[in-house]
């Protein structure tokens, strides 16, 4: 029987995402949301929404008895997972199927084979899909492990076998590190994915990430839309995406087609997958894994086929057959995505949480987006917030147009990599579409905060003298006096006097002088004049810090006044703090333990990634204020290290 209501089992721009389609094709939706989402867009969007729990993924989006309750009580006969949390859960489409609810999405028993990399790697070999070499036995114990892997030789990669999105993983250059390797992937396999399970691949040495997407459906009938570039990574997520691969040519496309179709046919595959490929610089590809799901990178095919993907799925669930053939897809032009995440690119791509000060995405691109301003970005949930895209005729204009919307798109009050994005997109190397999954590594690895110019500085010391002079009136200056602001940046101090005068703004910055001209102030964004350039800002104000956005480069910014320099004279040495809201998941070292600088001494869980805090100087672990187990705020302190000198 077809159904007529989907329950989108996910949050955020996914969740967003399908339901677009969906209502679009006549379907009623239905969302479900955690405490921390109850005002999320996604929730909003949709016909009918129930709290499903907590904040923590384990009371809400992994909730599956309170998911399918939902379910039941709305009336919903689909359920459509989207990517993440229990988009590849096997039990789960079981249980959708036993509830008579309609899984969007492939077989229980096809999620089941390919969610454990050793199993799907078996299966493919004998379907004769190209592996890697690797190790996938059932033996494993460290002993074994080390063997096998003295066997493949080095480097290789240690990888959790029920592992995605990078976690238990590692990359191993020498036999003296393969134990550590394989006790810290499966130490983080096993609090992921409740799996301590492990293959051992040879590393393919700079290659490319290229996916084949496939679509099949329940007629058997089952065909390829292209492939799409991710080789762009860190820690092993996708950072940019592109079709078609500057790779691949159509040679190349056809053969790799042909061997992720027969992937597909080979565990009798309904819906759309991706099956995954290293390419080497020589034209071998390998099997890497199949993701049983809608990937996150889908609207790049989307925008070179001109077709939805949401749409196939929804018709395939219903029972349709593919609405074409192979010879009938087209592919025009290029497109490119990034994904715009609340991370620090400058600390270690640290993720980020928050409230969203300005959210104004540009109308000149695709921008699939899942926040809204005044929304806190939680620690409970993956750092991405949204996803730009944009399509050209070519290549390069593709490239130019994703530079230009993503320039123009504006996020301010959580720290987030669109500047990253922007130096990504603008390097030479990606512009010659030479980028191999080394890219980051080789090019960025060490990205630098960028520092703010002079125009910068100075339109900061205006907003802020102008949000401390609320006696102002209009344009017109309270006192022609010139007045002293302490600027601060990050860690860097610029300490300027700014004048008011009646067609503008003088401001001193040390030696030079940027006379700036204000011509409109509205909805968080200025026009100015300042050196015969007529230009417009985003700006928003969280209390009394500035989150300034100048020509597609953003900065925060704050007067230090003599009240933060007293509070940050108090301010202790030797304290270890929570760099974001999360849960502790190990404490490494005991009270009393002599401590050197860099040791790790607890780790955090935030964002679906672990955080190693280590010890900021040598000494003695004088207290330990939390233990495994606990959830702690951002900059909550959780240990204290003693210096030697002040040690009893």
Known sequence: MAFTKVLIANRGEIACRIMRTAQAQGYDTVAVYSDADADAPHVRMADQAVCIGGAPVGESYLNMAAILEAAARTGADAVHPGYGFLAENATFAQACADAGVTFIGPSPRAIALMGNKRLAKLRMAEAEVPCVPGYSGTAQDDPTLAAEGEKIGFPLMVKAAAGGGGRGMRLVEAAADLPAAISGARSEAENAFGSGELILERAVVEPRHVEIQIFADSHGNCLHLGERDCSIQRRHQKVVEEAPSPAVDDALRAEMGRAAVMAARAIDYVGSGTVEFLLGPDGTFYFLEMNTRLQVEHPVTEMITGLDLVAWQLDIANGATLPLSQDEIRFDGHAIEVRLYAEDPYAGFLPQTGVVAAWRPSAEVRVDGGIAQGQVISPFYDAMVAKVIAHGRSREEARRRLIRGLAGTTLLGVPNNRG???????????????????????H???????????????????????????????????????????????????????????????????????????????????????????????????????????????????????ALASAKGRDGNGRLTAPMAGRIVAVRARVGDDVVKGQILVILEAMKMEHEIKAPGDGVLGSVLVATGDQVEPKQILAMVIPPETAI
């Open 420 to 442: 990253f994005l922007l130096d990504v997109l603008r390097h030479d190397n990606f512009r010659d579409g030479a980028a191999t999954t080394a890219f980051i590594p080789t």
């Open 444 to 562: 960025f690895p060490d990205p630098q905060r960028p520092q703010p110019d002079a125009t910068a500085r100075a339109l900061a010391a205006v907003l802020l003298y102008r949000h401390g002079a609320r006696e102002q009136i209009g344009w017109r200056p309270a006192s022609p006096m010139a007045v002293a602001i302490d600027l601060r940046s990050g860690n860097m101090q610029y300490p300027c006097r700014v004048m008011a005068a009646a067609d503008g703004y003088r401001v001193e910055l040390g030696d030079e002088v940027v006379e700036l001209t204000l011509s409109s102030i509205q909805d968080a964004w200025i026009r100015f004049e300042s050196g015969g350039i007529l230009q417009g800002a985003a700006f928003a104000f969280d209390g009394d810090d500035l989150h300034l956005d100048l020509a597609g480069v953003s900065h925060g910014f704050f007067e230090f006044t003599p």
